[in-house]
């Protein structure tokens, strides 16, 4: 190696450690405000500043409690300011970065705005797959707008040439419960079997906490079969469900016996 070559080796070398210790340092910066920063003002003005550094933006956990603590202050707009100025990013061509914006504004209640990402992305070259599906269903799901979330699972899959999978399929059973459509949140279970997506237990809590906890035993009991014959594992969620579906039946009898059941997770 020839000492120019070797001079270019080293200079690269120290300029991505001196890279990595700045950016180290801004992210120490910011969490140092997020915990003690009562100016929230100034706190959004830190994190625009912050993310301006490509390995800040890589950091999901410090957006999350970033937008809950203004969401839970009610800074919407604050929320709205934060979010909207990570578009100025290249970043924001990348899927999986799109997909975290659609789900901050979702989790802070701010379905239209997380909506209108999802409508930008192909504006910007960034493809749309079940990935960014997912987050918009969430986001109505999270915003409590039920009915929104069946409603798009009819139109986007075909608009976008998508294939739902099975976390596609478990918000859409968790929005019909929530709405109290057991019977067809119910049926997603044959809609899934005919398309090969094979249900987990998160699919089958979903159902069975809403049918137990709603006077819907035996339909709770069908749904637990139905789990049995998919060779899925019910877990202490499942068995709470049942529990609840008892005592809401006064089958204290039976309820023993859930409760035996229960004490192998212990």
Known sequence: MSPWQLHGNLRRMFTTSSA??????IITSFLRDLSNERDLDRLVHSFKQA??????????????????????????????????????????SKEGFSARLITLYGKSGMVQNAHKVFDEMPQRNCPRT???LNALLASYLHSNVF???????????????VEPNLVTY??????????????????MLDD??????????????????????????EDGEKIWKRMEDEHVAPDVQSYNAKLVGMCVE??????????IALHKFL
């Open 170 to 187: 478990n918000t859409v059973i968790k929005a019909f419960c929530e709405m109290g459509s057991f019977d067809s949140a119910s049926s």
């Open 192 to 217: 899934m079997e005919l398309k090969g997506v094979k249900p987990d237990v998160i699919t089958f809590n979903t159902l069975l906490d809403g049918l137990y906890s709603n006077d819907r035993f």
């Open 130 to 132: 079940v990935l960014s």
């Open 20 to 25: 990595s210790a700045s950016a180290s340092a």
């Open 51 to 92: 993310s301006q550094s490509d390995r800040f933006r890589s950091k999901h956990r410090i957006y999350e409690r970033t937008v809950r603590r203004l969401a839970l202050a009610k800074r919407f707009q604050s929320i709205e300011d934060i979010l909207e100025h990570q578009k100025t990013f290249k970043d924001i």
């Open 147 to 161: 009915d929104m979330v069946p409603t798009l699972f009819n139109q986007l899959p075909t608009q976008l040439s």
């Open 250 to 259: 006064k089958r204290s009898g039976d309820a023993v016996v859930v409760v």
